[in-house]
């Protein structure tokens, strides 16, 4: 995938989890584990990244404190 974004292999790359926020309060937050955001600052290009491990979820629970 790093490969699609033109990505120079050495170069520092960027990872970023989507979180969805509680509609109502009450409610969990949740992170999408499986379905990352890589970016690639060198070339300032980026996209989402759908990962094939069964084990990362979608909406995995997230703690807010």
């Not at 999408?32 to 629970?61: F, K």
């Amino acid at each position: 995938e790093l490969a699609r974004l033109g990505h120079a292999g050495d170069a520092p790359i960027g990872v970023l989890a989507i979180v969805t926020l509680p509609a109502a309060p009450g409610e969990a937050a949740s992170v999408n584990l499986r379905a990352p955001v890589v970016l690639d600052p060198a070339g300032r290009r980026g996209r989402q990244v759908v990962l094939r491990d069964e084990r990362l979820g979608v909406r995995e629970p997230l703690a807010l404190h």
